[in-house]
Structures are given as structure tokens and as C-alpha cells.
């Protein structure tokens, strides 16, 4: 009985060596995955910092809405320029057809 109890302790051992890489592979995992929880937070908490600085809030929907506004501004601008262009080409089209029509312009 005690070879029995002698060779199971030498099989667990030489499962516990085979399982000894897996471990140590899953351990670096661990404390690369803990290092980036810490500098990811940091990261975060930076960019809160700079939004509160920027944009008076860090609330992700209140910055959402923030953007939405401004896209719809640029939105009207850009049309507000392009009316503007067709009038003056409009006003030019209107002034070049007045000269056309002018005796002596031909």
C-alpha cells in the first residue's frame, strides 16, 4: 500500500510539473491584464479630466448631444454658404446677360 500511495504522489507530481507552464502562462497574463486595468483607468480618468476642462461635463450622452448639435450647425453653415454662392452666381449670370443685351456689346 504505501508503493500505491508512492507512485500516485510521483503521478500528481509529474502532473503538477506538466501543468506548470499553463499556470505560469495564465499568471503573466494575470498581472499584464491588472497592469493594463491600472493604466487604462489612468486613461480614462485623463480624459474625463480633459472633457470636464473642455466641455464642462464628462457625461458620455451630454458629449453626444454636444456633437449632434455641432454636426447640425455645420450642417446649416455649409448650406448657408452654398445659398450664398448661388446668389452671387446667380447675381453674376443676371449682370452678364444685362452687358449681353447692351448695344455694342456684340
Do not use: H, W
Not at 18 to 31: G, K, Q, S
Amino acid at each position: 500500500m504505501d508503493r500505491s500511495r508512492t507512485s500516485q504522489e510521483a503521478e500528481a507530481l509529474k502532473r503538477l510539473e506538466a501543468l506548470r507552464p499553463a499556470y505560469e502562462r495564465l499568471r503573466a497574463d494575470r498581472i499584464r491584464a491588472e497592469s493594463d486595468v491600472e493604466r487604462l483607468t489612468a486613461e480614462l480618468e485623463a480624459a474625463r479630466a480633459q472633457a470636464r476642462e473642455e466641455l464642462g461635463t464628462d457625461d458620455e450622452a451630454a458629449i453626444r448631444a454636444m456633437i449632434e448639435a455641432a454636426r447640425a450647425e455645420n450642417a446649416r453653415a455649409v448650406e448657408a454658404f452654398a445659398q450664398g454662392l448661388r446668389e452671387v452666381q446667380d447675381r453674376l449670370d443676371c449682370l452678364a446677360e444685362q452687358a449681353a443685351d447692351r448695344p455694342g456689346s456684340r
